[in-house]
């Protein structure tokens, strides 16, 4: 007798043409978690909690733009030979590492701009990454 798996369908369920799948599903909770504990250590720390909603906003939209980019350099040979499909995004492909390291930078590119310290932002915000 042999061990029976049930694979759960990728695609949660679709809007039209676009396919909206769990992992996707998964990320935009994960954000909203995420923001939500951030902003009570961010009062809890004497901060503005709008200064939250700037740092997510371009950390979620960098982070995203840099998923991409990331899982294009490491499948180059197949989009070198496919240039159009660098910007299909809904034909999958994103690599969580490059959203991670895009959401970083633009973070801290955040904090700069806004003069806030961006170790004790990290340190507000490092739990709600995880």
């Known amino acids: 007798m042999g061990i029976v798996f049930n694979y759960i369908d990728p695609v949660a369920f679709n ?3 676009l396919s909206v799948r769990w ?3 998964i990320i ?8 939500f504990v951030a902003q009570r ?3 809890k720390a004497g901060l503005h909690k709008d200064t939250l909603v700037d740092i997510i906003f371009y950390s979620a939209l960098f982070g995203f733009i840099a998923a991409r980019i990331y899982f294009v350099i490491f499948q180059w040979p197949y989009y070198a030979e496919n240039p159009s499909e660098i910007i299909k995004i809904w034909h999958g ?3 969580i590492h ?4 895009g959401g970083f930078i633009a973070g801290v590119i955040v904090c700069k701009v806004k003069n806030l310290n961006p170790f004790q932002i990290g340190d507000i915000v ?5």
């Not at 490059?98 to 390291?101: E, S």
């Not at 490092?126 to 995880?130: D, G, Q, V």
């Open 15 to 17: 809007l039209g043409p």
């Open 98 to 101: 490059g959203g991670l390291i």
């Open 41 to 43: 250590a961010l009062v």
């Open 23 to 25: 992992y996707g599903i």
């Open 28 to 35: 935009a909770v994960g954000i909203l978690l995420g923001y």
């Open 93 to 95: 492909g994103i690599a």
């Open 126 to 130: 490092a739990p709600s990454i995880i």
